[in-house]
């Protein structure tokens, strides 16, 4: 059983398109997380939720927009990809707020 | 000041020797640190978390903690070519939704 999983773990689309990223963690954990990687390998927040409330918002751009419609499952919807959103974007959860983190496989984005 | 940082490395230790991984944190509030290991495409993994000032061990793993100082280790004895990964120090931010800010990263290569 995967604790956290993420959909689709690849994604190659074209600059202007709209996709969605997958994420459903059944370890019962409260708080669940956003991360992206960047090329150079380093890890920066994008949004938290708690038991579904949004609790941290990053500087993201608006194109980029997370719904969490349980505890369980945290999605994000990005609109009109750029090239510089290529990336490795973790899911991840933790029991509860400032726990360790439990992270997916992550999904690699290629904006072409 | 960047709020957390590691040397990128590589770090390069023959088999069986200690390896030591450093960071520092720019936040005095800071009240939890977590270590986590990542191997080439892959995910984070959680390995040690260490909360008061001093060592704690696990296994082959020793952190150390000085807040005074900002600085926190990992130590690994007897490292093992499977040792070989990037070390990602997270320093959680306790004013801010108590997310988890990460440094860039210690590339560590054990050599057989």
């Known amino acids: 059983d995967t604790a956290v999983s993420q959909t689709p773990k690849y994604l190659v689309t074209q600059m202007g398109n709209d996709k969605s990223i997958k994420c459903e963690q059944n370890l019962g954990h409260d708080t669940m997380y956003w991360y992206k990687q960047d090329s150079k390998k380093f890890l920066k927040i994008m949004f938290s939720y708690n038991n579904k409330e949004l609790i941290i918002n990053e500087t993201v751009p608006n194109r980029f927009s997370p719904k969490s419609p349980d505890k369980a499952h945290l999605n994000l919807h990005i609109n009109s990809l750029e090239l510089g959103d290529s990336a490795v974007y973790f899911c991840?959860?933790?029991?509860?707020?400032?726990?360790?983190?439990?992270f997916g496989s992550g999904t690699r984005l290629t904006v072409v | 000041q960047k709020e957390v940082e590691q040397n990128s490395g590589p770090l390069s230790v023959p088999e069986g020797a200690i390896a030591s991984l450093n960071c520092t944190y720019s936040?005095?509030?800071?009240?939890?640190f977590f270590w986590y290991r990542q191997y080439s495409g892959k995910s984070p993994e959680l390995i040690m978390s260490i909360y008061s000032n001093g060592d704690k061990e696990d296994g082959r793993f020793t952190a150390q903690l000085n807040k005074a100082s900002q600085y926190v280790s990992l130590l690994i004895r007897d490292s093992q070519p499977s040792d070989s990964a990037t070390y990602l120090c997270?320093?959680?931010?306790?004013?801010?939704?108590?997310?988890?800010?990460f440094g860039p990263g210690t590339r560590l290569s054990v050599l057989p």
């Open positions: 936040d005095r509030g800071s009240q939890s």
């Open positions: 997270a320093v959680n931010r306790e004013n801010y939704g108590q997310n988890f800010v």
């Open positions: 991840a959860s933790s029991l509860r707020q400032g726990g360790g983190y439990t």
